[in-house]
């Protein structure tokens, strides 16, 4: 029985390397550490050579195939909306909060919540190699490792959670609504690493590169928010909350929308 840490191992370790659940396995068993095990997996050209291989035979989701999952949850404005969403989510047997959507949103190019565009849906699926409800269910563990572990994917999400979440004509966000965001993506980044800290060019700053986003900032971050109050979150200061910084003092550093 595999237990739940070797499991996400596995999971990161196919996600980095594009290997097969087996490789994956043979090689954290033999290696114990994930990161030993990977470094070892790309020495050794034989287990290279093989997943090239298969990745290269791989077949190009089918457009028409797309489409048609497409139409099973489109409304009569021609994107899927709200009730499709909610079918869509039950059929990924996933919660419609769930913090992957937010990566599967920035992937399909999502404009809003509870909206997806049939180009934003077929060049993204595409993109993904899904073409089939049982393939995108076994894209969902990728992306959400993904999104948890590799800063640059975190900052990608993270950006385009902005226009996403906000209401259609609107500039800013309402701050429950950023909380909200907030609350689903900083944890998960400081669980999987992508919040690790990377030390920044400031004489003023002086941080060790263990020190990353710790869940006491976003404490102090909500406590400052509902004490301060305003109307909205602008872009500027959503993006000043970019994770990969550190809050060293949060009434310095951001602007709530008067």
Not at 177 to 205: E, I
Not at 213 to 224: A, G, L
Request: glycine share 6%; net charge negative.
């Amino acid at each position: 029985m595999v237990d739940k840490k070797m499991e996400e191992n596995i999971v990161q370790f196919c996600g980095v390397t594009g290997a097969s659940t087996k490789d994956a396995k043979k090689f954290l068993d033999r290696h114990k550490r994930l990161e030993v095990a990977i470094d070892a997996y790309y020495n050794d050209s034989m287990a290279v050579s093989a997943t090239a291989r298969a990745q290269a035979s791989v077949t190009t989701p089918s457009t028409s195939k797309l489409n048609s999952l497409f139409d099973k949850y489109k409304d009569s404005s021609g994107d899927i909306l709200a009730d499709g969403t909610i079918n869509f989510c039950q059929d990924l047997g996933v919660h419609p909060e769930d913090v992957v959507l937010l990566a599967v949103a920035f992937e399909l190019k999502s404009p809003r919540i509870g909206q997806w565009t049939k180009q934003g849906w077929t060049d993204g699926w595409k993109s993904l190699r899904c073409d089939s409800i049982s393939a995108m269910k076994e894209a969902l563990p990728r992306l959400r490792t993904k999104l948890a572990s590799e800063p640059e994917y975190f900052q990608k999400v993270y950006i385009h959670t902005f226009n996403f979440a906000r209401s259609d004509g609107q500039r800013s966000l309402g701050v429950d609504t950023a909380q909200a965001f907030w609350a689903l993506l900083l944890p998960h980044g400081m669980k999987g690493g992508a919040l690790a800290h990377k030390n920044l060019d400031d004489d003023d700053v002086v941080l060790e590169p263990q020190d990353g986003f710790k869940s006491e900032y976003v404490e102090w971050w909500f406590d400052f928010l509902n004490e301060k109050g305003g109307k909205g979150v602008s872009k500027d200061t959503w993006n000043m909350v970019c994770p990969r910084l550190l809050i060293v003092s949060a009434a310095d550093m951001f602007y709530i929308v008067p």
